[in-house]
């Protein structure tokens, strides 16, 4: 990783926090005719997508899985990005999807992802959405013995077993309203019926603690080998996702939070809490710490464990399988001159970055493309939507600007992929939503094409030739 054209910030230097890029975004950033023809091409904002990086981060996800020689069944959480060409990657791959809804089932098939390699999870399913599982062979994760109860009527009424996981509630996440306590398991396993095919036992956890994950897999691994005297087909450990991304450096992420203060943002703005930006672990070296984890006073890891009892590893990764595969470019509307620093208006709304509806901000540096570049004289800026809300702001921070920012320009924010795009985009004020282009990092010349046109299996390659 690099840092494109941006340093750290020396003591007396404004706030910066210069975000990590991928050499191949980097190379693709310099060549500003190929990034102004997209961005003009298609007006507004446009996401651009990288799935060659998607699926370079599958491959080293499976490399961690393979050394340790796991069974094991990756599935891509598909609600941290609605694009198409990520699922035709995934679908590519072999690996598996998690979904919440029929549309985003229904969504991952077009794309090529088999059934049985789609999963649910999400709170009480709909009925169609529990009908369709049993039907093309889902793995449903269940959430409570009222959601058990309505699931094997559905699967009878079918006729089909509905193939389930049963979702616990990890003790260290008392206050989450998803899953069942393991100490009431047993309100939902007596209920058990012909109606449900129990495979095992999944959990999600919010929070990067790689103990207390390593320490929740134990647990629920025990317990998943207690069940296995009673049902023979549970042998699926599903750890959920919630696996790091790092968007900056350390050094960098410490200066920000020893340093910042009212004064750097617009309006003296003040957020309850901001995404650890820096991590010491992505999300692969993250699942390897996990799998290496040895519980206190034992020797045998986490990985040994599974290895030894022929326990599969799910795993619903979302945000860490979307590093570096996005970026957001906007185009500079119009620049206000406040004295001290600027105002400037973005063509599009804060809706493309969905951390801001969160009484936070998404904090890595946006880097400016100028249409003229200019000896550096640094200029602070704050970035407003194009909205007529007060509250629609890109960044509310003042970004340093290397020089003053012109209408025409282009603001990239980098690495928005996972959950930033388009989780909150509407069409508020008319507006169209922005497009997402798929751009080719690997040929010699870049390629594009947009989204919905995109296909895995003949990208980047000429069929004819
Ligand atoms: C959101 C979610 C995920 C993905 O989480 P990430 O933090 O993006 O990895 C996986 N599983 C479940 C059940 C989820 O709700």
Known sequence: MVNLAQSSPAEGEPLSLPAQIDPRITRLLRETGFIRALKSGFGGPVHLLFPEIFRDTISRFEDVLDQRALHYHLMFAKKANKAESFVQESALAGIGLDAATVEEAANAMANGIRPDHIGISGPAKSDILLALAAQQGFLIALDSPDELDRASFIARRVGRPLRALIRLTPESQEKSRFGIAAARLSL???????????????????GYSIPERAEAAFTTARLLLKLRQDFPNCRKLDIGGGLPVSYCRETDWQTFLDREQPGDFHGNKRFSGYYPYHQPHDGPSALAAILDTKPSGQTHSLAALLKETGIELLLEPGRALLDQAGITLFSVQGVKDRGDYGIITADGTSFS????????????????LPARPEAPSPYPASIGGVSCLDSDMLTWRKISFPQKPRRGDILCYPNTAGYQMDSNESEFHGLPLPRKIAVGLNAPDFTWCLDETYCAATAGIDIQG
């Open 353 to 368: 970055l969905s951390e801001q509806w969160f009484d936070s901000e998404f904090l890595p540096d946006p880097l400016l």
């Open 188 to 206: 939902m396993l007596d209920r058990l019926d012909d109606g449900i095919q129990l495979e095992g036992l999944s959990f999600h956890l919010s």
